[in-house]
């Protein structure tokens, strides 16, 4: 008998959640048999009962499948056979490249791909939906989906500054103004701005650093840099970007890229709040699945050769398409492509 398509999650945390709720889902039309999912606290018990009638499989340490029980929850395996039984591992954890030396080494044998979030720098083969999609066919077992902010720009770089050419890009900058926490974490809320350091030489932040490095995979060098600042909010980030272009070009021709960017979503809103919002409502797990949201007002040309603009991130929703294409890439590498276009309803050419 052949191996079970099986996708194991580790974290139920802003990207564990949702990911595993979409994966459930629509695992048939993804062609998945199995989503195990790890968790390694008792706490949340109404969000793992929850996954759990939604198809999930509960995995966890041998140590505390007792408090699972005692709490009312019955686990469907140890967490060793998760890891052992899956096809893809999906880390959402904050401590990826920890599993990765201490424990996902031990199942490179059987196991297709590992596959980390945004702040596990190092842990694979960075990778980001669209950007550097060939990427997937030479990465090895390890790949590292890029944070939801990096997604942002590079999405931005890629539609108004490579369109013309890989070489059209002279420099780019970028501030990402960032909420504070999501709405479902109760720590590290900051009362007022707070500014950050740049504490990665010539790239600022380590958005910029990250999207050089997913560039690279395309055998470019681009010139970027970040700056980041964290705000009482715990809406959505915001993007403030300014393109140096080598080529001149128009408002225009801009804005028709972004329409024709299937990627990208155009909006009249100009707060967080209202576009929030619209992702609450519209999207699955309040998700949007789009790499950013555009108010197109606010797109200036101060010449023919700079473009300036403020975006949206849908974060964690862009993330969560980046880690289901890496994941349907190991288990269906010739036709994921198709598979996965049953997502298409959460994209929005316009919110």
Not at 87 to 97: A, E, F, N, Q
Not at 131 to 141: R, Y
Not at 149 to 171: F, K, P
Not at 278 to 288: A, L, N, V
């Amino acid at each position: 008998m052949s191996k079970k398509n099986v996708v194991h999650v580790v974290g139920t945390g802003t990207i564990g959640e949702p990911l595993i709720g979409l994966l459930t889902e629509y695992k048939k039309e993804l062609g998945i048999d199995d989503v195990t999912f790890h968790k390694n606290s008792v706490s949340e018990r109404p969000k793992v009962k929850a996954l759990l009638r939604r198809g999930a499989k509960l995995a966890v340490d041998a140590d505390k499948a007792e408090g699972f029980k005692a709490m009312g929850v019955e686990p469907a395996m140890l967490h060793d056979q998760a890891l052992n039984e899956a096809t893809v591992v999906i880390d959402c954890s904050p401590k990826g490249m920890d599993m990765k030396e201490k424990l996902y080494t031990k199942y490179e044998h059987n196991t297709r791909g590992f596959i980390a979030q945004g702040s596990e720098f190092g842990f694979g083969t960075m990778y980001a939906r669209g950007i550097n999609d060939d990427v997937l066919k030479k990465s090895g077992q390890y790949v590292q989906v890029v944070s939801c902010n990096t997604h942002n720009l590079s999405c931005i770089i890629d539609t108004l500054a490579l369109t013309e050419g890989d070489d059209n890009l002279v420099e780019g900058s970028f501030v990402c103004m960032r909420r504070a926490n999501d709405i479902s974490q109760v720590k590290d809320f900051c009362p007022a701005p707070q500014v950050g350091t740049h504490k990665e030489g010539k790239f600022g932040t380590h958005h910029a650093r990250d999207a050089y490095h997913l560039f690279q995979t395309r055998g470019l060098e681009l010139n970027l840099f970040s700056s980041a600042i964290k705000l009482p909010t715990q809406y959505m980030h915001s993007l403030w970007f300014d393109l140096r272009l080598k080529r001149p070009t128009t408002l225009e021709s801009l804005k028709a890229r972004i329409k024709a960017n299937d990627r990208i979503a155009i909006t009249e809103k100009k707060d967080a709040n209202t576009v929030f919002s619209f992702g609450r409502d519209q999207g699955h797990f309040g998700r949007i699945l789009n790499q950013t949201v555009i108010p197109l007002s606010t797109l200036a040309m101060p010449s023919e050769n700079r473009v300036v603009g403020f975006c949206f991130t849908p974060q964690d929703g862009n993330s969560l398409l980046s880690s289901v294409a890496a994941a349907l890439h190991f288990i269906h590498p010739d036709d994921f492509e198709e598979r996965i276009q049953v997502l298409k309803p959460y994209f929005f050419d316009e919110v």
